[in-house]
Every structure is written in structure tokens, then in C-alpha cells.
């Protein structure tokens, strides 16, 4: 199993928008190296819901439900489809991420511009850490 971070802006799709559905088809990606970490998952596969822009927060746990497929007309962007696990007992902030030791070398802040990226295991237990009550 591998472990990812997602990320959305809540007034476009928010943490609450997914358990309100159940699921959904995480699409949308138009960047190329984010469209290359989507085809790498695969079902049973982790990721934490991340609030971008307003939020700047870790709010949640998803788990990967199907592996890609084509997203978009030209059929070159890509999609999987997730659903929500649990809620972080408490959000993890962007401030609190960043000025945590252990998570230094976290792809989210090293190529902060990616909605979709990986998580090292070690990292992935201090998110879960961080997050608990």
C-alpha cells in the first residue's frame, strides 16, 4: 500500500462535499507530473484530504477504490476514483506541517504547486499523529 495527499479547494470540493457522496471521481488534474502520480495508485491505496488555498489544512483520510483510468476528451489527463475513510480527529494546519521536523522532506512542501503527491510512510504516521485528538 502507498500513501498520497490530495488536495482541494474546499469551496470547490471539501472534505464534507465527499462524505455528503459517499465517493468520487478525484479528475480534474492538469498538470503532468500530478496526472503521473495518479496513474502510480492503485486500489486499497491511502490518502489524506487536503483543504488548499482557503483552509491550508489536512482534514481527512481516503482510501483509493479503482485504479486510473482516462480523464478529459484527448484521454492524456487521468482520474481514480476514492472514498472517505475518517475525518482527522483534529485538522492538521499548513503552519504546523511545515514547522514539523519529521516532515521536512514531504513532497507537499517541496513541490508545493502539485495537487497530488506523495507520502512517505514514516511521514504518512506523523500526518496521522498530528491529526489525532
Do not use: C
Not at 502510480?40 to 483552509?55: C, K, L, V, W
Not at 481527512?60 to 476528451?73: K, L, S
Not at 475525518?87 to 519529521?102: D, G, M, S, T, Y
Request: aromatic fraction near 10%; charged fraction near 30%; charge should be negative.
Amino acid at each position: 500500500m502507498r500513501y498520497w495527499l490530495l488536495r482541494s479547494e474546499p469551496d470547490a470540493y471539501s472534505w464534507d462535499d465527499l462524505i455528503r457522496d459517499g465517493a468520487t471521481e478525484w479528475n480534474g488534474v492538469r498538470n503532468y507530473t500530478a496526472r503521473n502520480f495518479l496513474k502510480e495508485m492503485q486500489p486499497g491505496d491511502r490518502a489524506i484530504f487536503y483543504h488548499s488555498n482557503t483552509q491550508k489544512a489536512a482534514v481527512g483520510v481516503m482510501e483509493i477504490t479503482r485504479a486510473w483510468q482516462p480523464d478529459g476528451d484527448d484521454g492524456k489527463w487521468a482520474s481514480v476514483a476514492v472514498k472517505p475513510l475518517e475525518a482527522l480527529a483534529k485538522p492538521v494546519p499548513l503552519e504546523a506541517i511545515k514547522a514539523e521536523p519529521r516532515l521536512k522532506a514531504l513532497e507537499m512542501l517541496r513541490q508545493s504547486r502539485l495537487s497530488v503527491t506523495p507520502v512517505r510512510d514514516d511521514e504518512w504516521a506523523v500526518l496521522l499523529e498530528m491529526g489525532a485528538a
